[in-house]
């Protein structure tokens, strides 16, 4: 389960409208491999070898390095972060998110990586494919206050305070 957090909203930057929230959201998994994308790879089964990416090389070497890890039978890989970096540098600042596709297509290998996901660069691709992806925990809280708490069919239990300063 994920870590209760608390936070504020304040719609149009008013302070006098500001929301109280706090709750944890837990995301249910599918992991999926294969080229086809069905074989789907069972959360207790995970075989995990970490690599450190900065050891391996320039990218155009590491599929004869990472091959162990296949014949040995590992199912993921854990990279710390690997990915081109984005305008201000940070190895944490996500430029192209799907610099790993050929493991998990053709090899049927999941990889995972450390990340901050609320660290994307403004020049991603992906941010401007997945705009509903950008401020997604605001996003959902004002779903959440805009349908009373029933999204989607499920009802989210909440208590929501209106802080008047």
């Not at 296949?70 to 996500?94: D, E, T, V, W």
Request: net charge neutral; glycine share 6%; with cysteine.
């Amino acid at each position: 389960m994920g870590r209760k957090r608390h936070y504020y909203l304040a719609p149009d930057h008013d302070d006098k409208a500001r929301i109280d929230c706090s709750g944890y959201m837990l995301a249910q998994s599918r992991l999926v491999v294969g080229a086809d994308e069905e074989q789907i790879v069972d959360l207790d089964s995970i075989v995990c070898q970490t690599y450190l990416s900065k050891l391996l090389g320039t990218l155009e070497t590491w599929a004869e390095r990472l091959v162990v890890a296949r014949k040995c039978g590992y199912n993921m890989i854990h990279f710390p972060p690997i990915q081109a970096l984005g305008g201000s540098q940070s190895c944490y600042c996500i430029k192209d998110q799907h610099l790993l596709e050929i493991m998990r297509k053709k090899w049927s290998i999941l990889s995972i990586t450390d990340i901050l996901l609320n660290h994307t660069a403004n020049e991603s691709e992906w941010i401007f494919l997945h705009p509903e992806s950008y401020r997604i925990f605001w996003h959902l809280s004002l779903d959440i206050i805009a349908e009373n708490g029933q999204i989607k069919g499920y009802y989210v239990k909440s208590s929501v305070k209106f802080i008047i300063s």
